[in-house]
């Protein structure tokens, strides 16, 4: 079998002499011209040459001969002729591997595969790191759900503005903004701290300014800071009244407009910025009476920032920055609630993580493909095939019982797992408050510092009262001594639920079955006596 491959040496016109050989055989050999001829050494015997360097079984002594083989070996021409002995029958030995063709192919193929793995990897880090690099505005970021959302995007490498007022520890609240952006740089980003009392217009400016130097620009800004009261109309004053909307609207409109418009500093980077969101923390424009009536200077503020959302979505969409709003749909375990429903209040809310999350899955989305939106947290996780939403309850075990927050219309919340029953006959509401007279102490009487009128509807229709102002406290039929500081009206079977923990004041209250009159905040101060009671009615 003739074997044709590249070699270095004589043309195909040169035909060396081997000694021992019958037969004329083509070597490559180095040295000759052209037209000279070699005369090479071999064998005493008829063989074949053998090429060494290729195989340990290939040498210049061999016992017989072996039978012509293919080889195929690099030389300066592809028409040179071979003749080797191999290790078996009519078998192809490469030689110094594949041809150039064939060395082309395993490269290309070699590039593509290597583009192709740094390509994944890559997209691995986008989805990882969707906001690193970014830089975020987050207005009371130095505790609370501000602060969840500036760790969430702080996790990506994101640059996080922190601006609060908490320069110095609260002696009720955790946190400064120097702890919490400590926080945000271990847990990978990087951060500056700001004081910032939204109210006052030049640190909104010195902030924004910081936050331009620092960081090159702004991209997304969340409008998280608000204020809350509780309050009926008559019980605002004009201070609580200015303290909430000049933080809440006027508050969310200065640092929008500040990180938008001021001296044209920002605006630039807003318009050139490929990913640019507003976020405000606030509800769904809920036209329901309900969510007016009891605290209306309250809602007023609040949705004074939804609609700030409403119209900037739609003034600005040419820009390609995308303004959405977001709310939680149950309470959330922060120092506003526990202000509400007290230290107990865990039970009832979910974590701050929450918001966090979905606020997350929102700011990472391409501006243009979300904007004027009110959104609902478990619903956007929910979107984003999250349904098991436990995880985010302060206390798993209670994660069906929650209390639902404002603004949202929405099922009971009572608890379902109260096996308590009810005392019989027609004076279970006398018996009751028998037992809540029985059970006051001078310790609740400092904690609460309220009084309370209860109005009965239903068979036991009536007025009665919890007096916590004074001494170790009292209860009965009636009218409180001091004066109620709130009035709570319900039908009687609703009231016993609530003292025997079926049924919760905040989620009574948010459904409609507890109606309330004067301090709110007060009146939710109740749930701490119906908890120290519910196991003696």
């Not at 955790?174 to 910032?196: D, F, H, Q, R």
């Not at 820009?319 to 230290?343: D, F, Q, R, Y």
């Not at 009810?422 to 029985?438: E, H, L, S, Y």
Request: aromatic share 6%; with cysteine; charged share 25%.
């Amino acid at each position: 079998m003739t074997l044709i491959g590249k070699v270095v040496g004589p043309s195909r016109k040169q035909e060396p002499t081997i000694p021992g050989s019958s037969r004329k055989q083509e070597p490559t050999v180095l040295g000759p011209s052209r037209d000279q001829e070699s005369t090479l050494p071999g064998p005493s015997r008829k063989q074949d040459l053998t090429v060494q360097g290729y195989s340990e079984e290939l040498n210049p002594t061999i016992p017989k001969p072996l039978r012509e083989q293919e080889l195929i070996v690099p030389g300066p021409s592809r028409d040179q002729e071979l003749t080797i002995p191999g290790p078996s029958r009519d078998q192809e030995l490469p030689v110094q591997g594949p041809s150039r063709e064939q060395e082309r192919t395993v490269k290309s193929k070699i590039v593509i595969i290597q583009i192709c793995q740094i390509q994944l990897f890559y997209h691995a880090i986008e989805d990882r790191q969707k906001l690193a690099g970014r830089t975020i505005f987050i207005t009371g970021a130095s505790r609370g759900i501000g602060k969840a959302i500036a760790l969430k995007a702080a996790q990506d490498g994101a640059n996080i503005v922190i601006a609060a007022k908490t320069a110095e520890p609260h002696p009720k609240l955790p946190g400064t903004i120097y702890s919490a952006a400590k926080e945000v740089e271990e847990a990978g980003g990087k951060c500056l701290p700001c004081v910032v009392d939204i109210r006052n217009e030049q640190q909104v400016i010195d902030a924004v300014q910081k936050a331009v130097s620092k960081f090159g620009g702004i991209d997304i800004l969340v409008n998280n800071a608000s204020a809350i009261s509780l309050t009926g109309t008559l019980q605002t004053d004009m201070k609580r009244y200015d303290l909430m909307h000049n933080i809440n609207t006027r508050g969310t409109f200065l640092v929008y407009v500040q990180c938008r418009l001021w001296s044209k500093v920002c605006l630039p980077y807003l318009q050139q910025s490929n990913h640019a969101h507003i976020l405000n923390l606030s509800p769904p424009l809920n036209m329901n009476p309900f969510w007016f009536k009891n605290h209306v200077a309250y809602t007023m503020a609040k949705y004074g920032m939804s609609m700030c959302v409403l119209g900037m979505a739609e003034e600005f969409k040419d820009s390609n920055i995308a303004v959405n709003a977001l709310w939680p749909k149950t309470a959330i375990h922060t120092a506003a609630i526990e202000m509400l429903s007290g230290p107990e209040a865990g039970d009832i809310s979910r974590k701050p993580e929450i918001i966090a999350d979905a606020a997350y899955a929102i700011l990472i989305k391409e501006p243009r493909t979300l904007t004027g939106k009110f959104l609902v947290d478990e619903d956007v996780l929910r979107d984003e095939g999250i349904q098991d939403l436990s995880q985010y309850a302060v206390n798993p075990a209670n994660a069906d019982n929650l209390m639902m927050d404002f603004f949202l219309d929405a099922p009971d919340v009572a608890s379902s797992h109260s096996n308590i029953k009810r005392p019989g006959g027609g004076t279970k509401i006398a018996k009751m408050f028998d037992v809540i007279q029985n059970n006051l102490n001078p310790e609740l009487v400092a904690k609460t510092n309220a009084s309370f009128l209860f109005v009965v509807k239903g068979d036991e229709e009536g007025t009665w009262f919890v007096d916590l102002k004074s001494g170790k406290g009292s209860a009965g039929k009636g009218k409180p001594p001091s004066g109620p500081d709130a009035t709570l009206t319900m039908n009687e079977k609703d009231l016993f639920d609530m003292f025997t923990g079926k049924l919760k004041p905040a989620g009574a209250f948010m459904t409609g079955k507890l109606k309330i009159s004067g301090d709110l905040q007060k009146a939710l101060k109740l749930e701490k006596l119906m908890g120290m009671l519910k196991s003696k009615l």
